[in-house]
């Protein structure tokens, strides 16, 4: 389903991700009822709220300094932070934060508690980039293997991308392993990208808290460079509040899972979810070799076991 944006949601099963949330009083969600700012309300309590979360963004980040005195009252200096926040984000600005709109979405990721997240994912980014390499490095392996007959070495490498994609059953095994190689190299190239929007940058908080996702992207974001839907950026991994109360195994698994969507295709052979779980569950092992070939969650766990040797817990 292209134009569908997808998260992981907590038990496991795909839904589409309900981006109608306005944000939830119980997180530290900026949650507004009415227009902020030039051409908005300019003074009230969601004045004030807006006031908080600007002085909460951090400064690099286009919060303001010195912060904004919080009086509930849009002053010269708020409306003046509502501008610097957003040419530093956008490029440009219109002075107000308009409900559910892109600098609402964008403040509200920037609060202490969506910050956290980010920091506390980051020390997962680099084992889940330590899986995709070691998938890369097992496929090249696999590719030896396949011409040689293994030899004297055997098809180690084979047998594992066998158990997680079936490519011996392919058509064209040699095509298979090239397809899977290519999702994991275009995954690895997300972070060799220097500055602006990639690597790391392609991920942020969700801004409007669904506690039931550990994340949600968009089909083909790679290719989605400066594209929105709403207030959803199409070229960015969102990671949910679920994220928080995931396991390492899967806090690593659900990067790499969210990659795959997010590097392959907008239309067509998309990298789509036909089922969840470990390699062994039997909704996994029930899938055809094309669809385990196209699914986010076996990239995951053929990239997680090529480096921890087991499957996420
Ligand atoms: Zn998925």
């Known amino acids: 389903m292209p134009n569908v944006s997808m998260g992981i949601h907590r038990n496991r099963h795909c839904l589409p991700y309900a981006a109608k949330v306005g944000g939830s009083s119980q997180s530290d969600d900026l949650v507004l009822t009415k227009p902020v700012g030039s051409g908005g309300a300019t003074r009230g309590p969601d004045v004030l709220k807006v006031q908080r979360a600007l002085n909460l963004a951090p400064h690099d980040k286009g919060g303001p300094s010195p912060k904004l005195a919080e009086t509930g009252v849009a002053d010269a200096k708020t409306i003046a932070a509502i501008h610097a926040f957003q040419r530093f984000h956008f490029g ?43 998938a890369e490095t097992g496929i090249l392996g696999a590719g030896v293997e396949l011409m040689t007959g293994g030899g004297l070495m055997g098809t180690r490498n084979l047998n594992l991308v066998d158990k997680h994609f079936d490519v011996r059953k392919s058509a064209n095994p040699a095509a298979a392993l090239g397809h899977i190689g290519a999702v994991y190299a275009k995954m690895l190239a997300v972070f060799a990208r220097p500055g602006g929007l990639w690597g790391w940058q392609a991920f942020e908080a969700e801004p409007f808290t669904n506690p039931d996702f550990y994340a949600f992207t968009w089909w083909g974001g790679f290719s989605r460079s400066g594209d929105y839907a709403g207030w959803q950026r199409l070229d960015t991994i969102y990671l949910s509040a679920f994220y928080d109360k995931a396991t390492d195994d899967n806090r690593i698994q659900t990067i790499v899972h969210e990659l795959a969507h997010f590097v392959g295709p907008t239309s067509g052979d998309l ?11 039997p909704q996994m092992k029930a899938l055809s070799p094309y669809q385990k070939q196209h699914n986010a969650e076996s990239f995951g766990n053929y990239a997680f076991e090529a480096q921890f040797g087991r499957a996420p817990l």
């Open 92 to 134: 440009k600005s219109d002075g107000r934060i308009d409900v559910m709109g892109r600098s609402h979405a964008k403040l509200s990721s920037l609060q202490p508690a969506k910050i956290k997240r980010m920091e506390m994912a980051k020390n997962y980014l680099a084992q889940a980039m330590q899986c995709m390499r070691a």
């Open 271 to 281: 990298i789509y979810d036909y089922a969840y779980g470990q390699q062994s569950a």
